[in-house]
């Protein structure tokens, strides 16, 4: 089945690869705003599917662009794509994308490929059996403490998405890291996880077909994976943190109060943490504008970056995060 998938996966890479020789002639549409299709997404869907039912007729198929219209609808086996992860990446020519193919069986997630075409490199993984990239054993990174690390994520991008209480989360993480990046596809994030290019990962708003096959890469790689308040069965909840143990230990404690799974006090704190930054916010307006008006002659006008104080309930210990 994994010889299968990368098989399929080499065939969406090759569609894409062409495609990305011109990529100002691909056809391009919204799906809604920030959201983008091209027809390579479908092509590159299409080849997948063919490929994959060809060899397992009787197995499901849940896909972001056609859902489950293909394969069984009641079958134990289920094929979960992303035939091109990134693809506002891939219409900019950013070479950061990928194919995403998993397989779950019975819910579960049994088998993986993450297909970074622009590189050739294959992140596969079997359950029980490792991860790897082109046939060569890979572990999650060992670091230990979140000062040292290099963290990815994904910025909310599309319209009802909860922009400030993700700039609270991002400000906290970024205070207590060594870095962050945006590459912009969630499943080869995940595999450089897994990799130990980067030490963890999070981010909102995700769909199963984009966190599917990294899932199983950095659990065989050694690593955790959940949602917010640290528990496994994330794929349908939208939220995903990933890391080393120690490393996804420690984002956890400080992501778990933003997780629309939490208890109730944390998610007063972080209400009140962002009604404090509010009102600071206007309090700095309201000063900034009394002072322009006394020396708008004698001084010129500069950038103020704001602070925004980090949702936790008057806890001086910790430093404010940087925004």
Excluded at 22 to 29: F, H, L, P, T, W
Excluded at 52 to 68: C, F, N, Q, R, V
Excluded at 231 to 258: H, M, W
């Amino acid at each position: 089945m994994l010889n299968v998938a990368v098989k399929a996966a080499r065939a969406a890479g090759a569609l894409i690869n062409r495609a990305a020789l011109d990529v100002e002639a691909v056809r391009v549409s919204a799906k809604q705003t920030n959201d983008f299709v091209t027809e390579v997404d479908h092509a590159a869907e299409a080849a997948i599917i063919e490929t994959l039912l060809t060899a397992y007729p009787g197995h499901g198929i849940l896909a972001e662009e056609s859902g489950s219209e293909h394969g069984a609808k009641d079958s134990e086996f289920v094929w979960i794509i992303d035939p091109l992860d990134g693809t506002t990446n891939f219409i900019h020519g950013f070479p950061f994308y990928c194919v995403s193919i998993a397989l779950a069986v019975r819910g579960k997630v049994e088998q993986a490929v993450v297909y970074d075409p622009t590189r050739n490199d294959i992140y596969s993984a079997s359950k029980g059996r490792g991860a790897y990239v082109n046939d060569r054993r890979i572990r999650v990174g060992k670091r230990a403490r979140l000062q040292e690390c290099l963290i990815s994520t994904g910025f909310p991008y599309r319209p009802g998405d909860k922009l400030k209480p993700y700039l609270n989360m991002l400000g906290e993480v970024m205070s207590q890291c060594a870095g962050v990046r945006r590459p912009g596809a969630a499943a080869l994030d995940l595999a450089y996880v897994a990799a130990g290019h980067s030490d963890g990962f999070f981010e909102t708003g995700l769909q199963p077909w984009d966190v599917a096959a990294g899932s199983l890469l950095i659990t065989e790689a050694g690593g955790l994976i959940g949602n917010f308040t640290g528990e496994s069965e994330f794929l349908d909840q939208g939220e995903c943190v990933a890391g080393n143990p120690r490393i996804y230990g420690q984002l956890v404690a400080t992501l778990g109060k933003y997780s629309k799974f939490a208890g109730a006090g944390d998610k007063a704190t972080v209400r009140q943490a962002l009604q404090d930054s509010r009102t600071e916010a206007s309090a700095d307006e309201s000063t900034d504008g009394s002072e322009k008006t006394v020396s708008a002659v004698s001084e010129k006008p500069t950038l103020k970056a704001k602070r925004i104080k980090p949702p936790v309930a008057r806890d001086t210990s910790t430093p404010d995060a940087p925004f």
